[in-house]
C-alpha cells in the first residue's frame, strides 16, 4: 500500500537561545536550559531518526494535499492533514514510525531484513493517542519478503489495526478470527494489487500494546502465506488517514528483534535463569481428534556441550490450550508455551534428547502446529 519513491533528501535547523540574568552584565546569575523543539516534517517522504534507532516518516503517498507532523523524542503526532480521498479505496497517507529497511532507508543499527527462521522473539511496544473527528486506523505494519529485500514492495504485508473510526475496512473480506498474543482478533485476507495482506482487526479499540511481533508472523506462516526461510524486512506502527488526522499521534514505540542467540538491534534477551544457550533440534509428534489433542515433543542437544536447565518455548496455534503435561513443567502466557525440566532431566548431555508431552483442547476446523521453538533463547531446528 506503499507507492515506489526514493524518499526526498532533508534539511534539518536548529535555534539557540542565550538568556542572560537581568541586572549585570559581568555576572551570569543563571542560564535557562534551552527547550527542546519538536521537529516538523511537511515534506512528502521526509524523514528523520528517532532515538538514534528507529526512523519517523511522513509518507503522505495518497493524495497531493498538505500534512505535517511533527517528531518527538519518543514518536511524533499530525499536526495539518489537509484534503480527504473516498472511504472505499486507499488511504492519502501512512506516517509512522519503524525499525528495518522501508525503500532503501534503514533505521539507524537495524538487523533487518533478518531470516524468519533465525529469530528468536521479536519483542514490541505501541502506545497511541486517538482523535473521533477523522476517519483512519491505527496500524502495525509487518513486513515479509522471499528475499532480503531493503527496496521497494514486499510480497506479504501484516497489519495489525488497534482502532479504526469510520467507514473503513481492511483490504480484502474476512475469513475468521484467530486467538494471536492471548487476544482475539477478526482475521481479514487480500491483495492490493501489489502484496498480499493479512490483517487482525481488534475488536475494540487498544490504545497500548506490548506484543512479540513472531505471534503474528507465526499465524501468516501457518496460514500459508509467508514461509520461514522468508524475511523480516520492517515494522512499522502509525496511522493511515482518509479524512483529516490532525492530533492523532504515536506516543512511543519500541522494537528489537533478537537471533537465536538472544541479541538483536535495539538490545537482547537474558538466557532464563539457571539455562544456557546451545544448539538444538525439536521433533513434535501430535494426535488429534474432534475437540482435542496429545502432543509428544523430543529436543535434542546438537551442540558440544552440555545443557545445564533447559527451557523450551514455542506459539501455541489458534484455538489450542493444554490441560495437563508429563516429564515437564509446562505453562502458557499470551499464547506462548513454555516447558521447563523435572529434577530428573534438566541436563542434555552432548548428542541426547529429553522428551516430555501434553494433552490439550483445541476449537476450529483445521488442527495446527507449531513453527517454531527456542531453547534457552535459541532457534531450534524442526524435524
Known amino acids: 500500500m506503499r507507492l515506489t519513491t526514493r524518499l526526498l533528501a532533508r534539511t534539518r535547523a536548529s535555534?539557540?537561545?542565550?538568556?542572560l540574568a537581568a541586572g549585570s552584565l559581568t555576572a551570569l546569575i543563571g542560564t535557562a536550559p534551552a527547550?527542546?523543539?519538536?521537529?516538523?516534517?511537511?515534506?512528502?517522504?521526509?524523514?528523520t531518526t528517532v532515538q538514534g534507532r528507529y526512523v519517523a516518516q511522513n509518507n503522505r503517498w495518497g493524495t497531493s494535499a498538505t500534512q505535517c507532523i511533527d517528531v518527538t523524542g519518543t514518536g511524533f503526532r499530525i499536526v495539518q492533514a489537509d484534503g480527504s480521498v473516498p472511504t472505499n479505496g486507499a488511504p492519502k497517507s501512512y506516517p509512522s514510525i519503524y525499525n528495518g529497511c522501508h525503500y532503501t532507508n534503514c533505521s539507524p543499527g537495524t538487523n533487518l531484513?533478518?531470516?524468519?527462521?533465525?529469530?528468536?522473539?521479536?519483542?514490541?511496544s505501541i502506545s497511541y493517542t486517538y482523535v473521533d473527528n477523522a476517519v483512519y486506523n491505527a496500524s502495525y505494519d509487518i513486513w515479509l519478503d522471499p528475499t532480503p529485500k531493503r527496496d521497494g514492495v514486499n510480497r506479504t504485508e501484516i497489519m495489525i489495526w488497534l482502532n479504526r473510526v469510520g467507514p473503513i475496512q481492511p483490504i480484502g473480506?474476512?475469513?475468521?478470527?484467530?486467538?494471536?498474543?492471548?487476544?482475539s482478533w477478526e482475521v481479514w485476507t487480500g491483495s492490493n494489487g501489489s502484496?498480499?495482506?493479512?490483517?487482525?482487526?481488534?475488536?475494540?479499540?487498544?490504545?497500548?500494546?506490548?506484543?512479540?511481533?513472531?505471534?503474528?508472523?507465526d499465524e501468516t506462516v501457518a496460514r500459508g502465506m509467508a514461509q520461514r526461510s522468508w524475511y523480516?524486512?520492517?515494522?512499522?506502527?502509525?496511522?493511515?488517514?482518509?479524512?483529516g488526522g490532525?492530533?492523532?499521534?504515536v506516543d512511543s514505540f519500541s522494537s528489537s528483534v533478537n537471533s537465536g542467540g538472544g541479541s538483536g538491534g535495539g538490545g537482547g534477551e537474558e538466557p532464563p535463569p539457571g539455562g544456557q544457550p546451545g544448539s538444538c533440534e525439536v521433533a513434535y509428534t501430535a494426535n488429534s481428534w474432534p475437540g482435542g489433542f496429545t502432543a509428544e515433543t523430543t529436543v535434542t542437544n546438537t551442540g558440544s556441550t552440555a545443557i545445564d536447565g533447559w527451557e523450551l518455548s514455542f506459539p501455541l496455534p489458534s484455538g489450542q490450550s493444554i490441560t495437563s503435561a508429563w516429564n515437564a513443567s509446562v505453562s502458557t502466557a499470551g499464547g506462548t508455551v513454555t516447558a521447563r525440566p523435572t529434577d530428573h532431566n534438566r541436563t542434555i548431555a552432548p548428542g541426547a534428547s529429553r522428551s516430555f508431552g501434553f494433552q490439550g483442547t483445541h476449537?476450529?476446523?483445521?488442527?495446527?502446529?507449531?513453527?517454531?521453538?527456542?531453547?534457552?533463547?535459541?532457534?531450534?531446528?524442526?524435524?
Do not use: K
Request: glycine letters at 10%.
Open 35 to 47: 527547550a527542546h523543539a519538536d521537529e516538523r516534517i511537511c515534506a512528502q517522504y521526509g524523514t
Open 15 to 19: 535555534v539557540a537561545a542565550l538568556v
Open 195 to 217: 502484496n498480499d495482506v493479512i490483517s487482525f482487526v481488534a475488536p475494540s479499540a487498544l490504545r497500548t500494546l506490548s506484543f512479540d511481533v513472531m505471534d503474528f508472523v
Open 113 to 124: 531484513p533478518m531470516r524468519i527462521d533465525s529469530i528468536g522473539s521479536a519483542p514490541s
Open 232 to 243: 523480516l524486512t520492517s515494522v512499522q506502527a502509525g496511522f493511515e488517514p482518509w479524512q
Open 363 to 383: 476449537s476450529g476446523g483445521t488442527f495446527g502446529e507449531p513453527t517454531r521453538f527456542t531453547l534457552n533463547g535459541t532457534a531450534c531446528t524442526v524435524r
Open 173 to 183: 473480506s474476512r475469513v475468521g478470527t484467530a486467538t494471536v498474543g492471548g487476544r
Open 246 to 249: 490532525v492530533g492523532l499521534a
